[in-house]
């Protein structure tokens, strides 16, 4: 079991923090357990998107009472990380705020639900692709970490 002191602190990032790095929180906290302390933020916070919440509500979460939250108020709280993972589009990346360091910085690409269009069904299932992208690759982190660290999570 990894203490408290010994988790490696993960934060998410995407412009609103109101979809994509509310979803990878929540997926990295259930799949990568006790090896990670994990939080979420956003560079311009808003509210949970409600069909991410109905969406993730399908797989187990209960993101009703989320809350998001400003990137910077972390850094004036003068939290740490070991990582700082970016989750905005390419198309929109520039805007995606950047965590002074020291970290290991990654980017992964992934649409703005807030770009999805057609009937709230159509934006559904856009939103449950999505999902789905998004846990298949907080697996494969979690794995890497895992490989990399020789831990047993």
Same mark, same amino acid.
């Given at each position: 079991?990894?203490?408290?002191?010994?988790?490696?602190?993960?934060?998410?990032?995407?412009?609103?923090?109101?979809a994509r790095s509310q979803m990878a929180e929540e997926y990295l906290r259930r799949i990568g /357990?006790?090896?990670?302390?994990?939080?979420?933020?956003?560079?311009? #916070?808003? $509210?949970?998107?409600?069909?991410?919440?109905?969406?993730?509500?399908?797989?187990?979460?209960?993101?009703?009472?989320?809350k998001t939250q400003a990137v910077w108020n972390l850094f004036r709280e003068g939290k740490f990380y070991n990582y700082v993972i970016t989750v905005c589009d390419r198309t929109h990346e520039k805007e995606c705020p950047i965590f002074p /360091?020291?970290?290991?910085?990654?980017?992964?690409?992934?649409?703005? #639900?807030? $770009?999805?269009?057609?009937t709230d069904s159509e934006k559904m299932e856009q939103i449950r692709a999505l999902r789905d992208a998004i846990r298949t690759r907080i697996e494969q982190f979690v794995e890497e970490i895992t490989r990399s660290s020789q831990i047993d999570a």
């Open positions: 079991m990894v203490h408290s002191d010994k988790k490696i602190k993960v934060l998410f990032v995407c412009v609103h923090n109101s /357990k006790e090896l990670f302390e994990v939080e979420s933020a956003g560079f311009e #916070p808003t $509210s949970v998107n409600p069909l991410v919440i109905a969406a993730m509500e399908e797989d187990g979460f209960d993101l009703s009472t989320k /360091k020291p970290f290991v910085q990654l980017k992964w690409s992934f649409p703005d #639900p807030e $770009s999805f269009s057609g």
